[in-house]
């Protein structure tokens, strides 16, 4: 974990792929706890520490996380990823390059919840979910395209699910059609960077998050 941004309200760090951010079945050790942990030892609070989850990111992913470390920052902040007041960048490597170099995805997407899977309908039905994306091609390799992505909405794995309906799975995700898995576990996908209006000082906030040093990533850094 590195800390890349914090305050009294606020704190955001750089989550490594195979991190979970809330404690699930697996018993892994969150993310959470490792920065609850950080604050009590940084600032030698005593008691239990307060920090609020205000999103996700899927295990296999890295990136930027926001935490709250207030209250009103979590109900001000919480408001505005409902409302879709932060805008988030992704950064994805793909294997095969998309026909076109940038277009925004329309997708209806219907989660299975005992696969732990969405799938992608180029129309509406029953329980679907309108998922829309902006992406655009910004760096060749050797092998792969490195796509960066911009979501409009926030639907369960939607840029690996909408990505994979256009032909181009995210290197290492099995799930959406991968041809292999990454040696780690890891999926390169990257949450890349946040911008938005700080819950309490309004101030602009944005902050990046490097990308994986090894790899394939390292072709584009």
Same mark, same amino acid.
């Given at each position: 974990? &590195?800390?890349?941004?914090?305050? $009294?309200?606020?704190?955001?760090? !750089?989550?490594?792929?195979?991190?979970?951010? @809330? =404690?699930? +079945?697996?018993?892994?050790?969150?993310?959470?706890?490792?920065?609850?942990?950080?604050?009590?030892?940084?600032?030698?609070?005593?008691?239990?520490?307060?920090?609020?989850?205000?999103?996700?990111?899927?295990?296999?992913?890295?990136?930027?996380?926001?935490?709250?470390?207030?209250?009103?920052?979590?109900?001000?902040?919480?408001?505005?990823?409902?409302?879709?007041?932060?805008?988030?960048?992704?950064?994805?490597?793909?294997?095969?390059?998309?026909?076109?170099?940038?277009?925004?995805? &329309?997708?209806?997407?219907?989660? $299975?919840?005992?696969?732990?899977? !969405?799938?992608?309908?180029?129309?509406?039905? @029953? =329980?679907? +979910?309108?998922?829309?994306?902006?992406?655009?091609?910004?760096?060749?390799?050797?092998?792969?395209?490195?796509?960066?992505?911009?979501?409009?909405?926030?639907?369960?794995?939607?840029?690996?699910?909408?990505?994979?309906?256009?032909?181009?799975?995210?290197?290492?995700?099995?799930?959406?059609?991968?041809?292999?898995?990454?040696?780690?576990?890891?999926?390169?996908?990257?949450?890349?960077?946040?911008?938005?209006?700080?819950?309490?000082?309004?101030?602009?906030?944005?902050?990046?998050?490097?990308?994986?040093?090894?790899?394939?990533?390292?072709?584009?850094?």
């Amino acid at each position: 974990m &590195t800390v890349l941004y914090e305050d $009294n309200h606020i704190i955001i760090v !750089s989550k490594s792929a195979g991190e979970i951010v @809330q =404690g699930d +079945k697996t018993g892994d050790t969150p993310l959470s706890e490792t920065v609850k942990l950080y604050i009590k030892e940084k600032y030698a609070k005593p008691g239990a520490v307060f920090l609020g989850v205000v999103h996700r990111l899927d295990r296999p992913v890295s990136g930027v996380v926001v935490f709250a470390r207030t209250s009103k920052a979590l109900a001000r902040l919480n408001e505005m990823f409902r409302t879709g007041a932060v805008q988030k960048t992704y950064w994805a490597l793909v294997q095969n390059e998309p026909r076109q170099s940038e277009a925004t995805l &329309t997708h209806y997407l219907v989660r $299975n919840e005992q696969k732990n899977k !969405s799938f992608a309908y180029d129309h509406e039905r @029953q =329980g679907a +979910k309108k998922a829309v994306l902006d992406y655009c091609v910004i760096g060749h390799s050797e092998r792969y395209h490195l796509l960066e992505v911009h979501l409009h909405t926030g639907r369960h794995h939607q840029i690996r699910c909408q990505l994979s309906a256009i032909g181009c799975p995210i290197r290492g995700d099995l799930k959406y059609g991968a041809p292999r898995s990454n040696t780690d576990g890891s999926i390169s996908l990257h949450a890349r960077s946040i911008r938005f209006e700080h819950p309490v000082s309004h101030q602009e906030i944005y902050v990046e998050a490097p990308p994986p040093m090894e790899g394939p990533w390292q072709a584009f850094l």
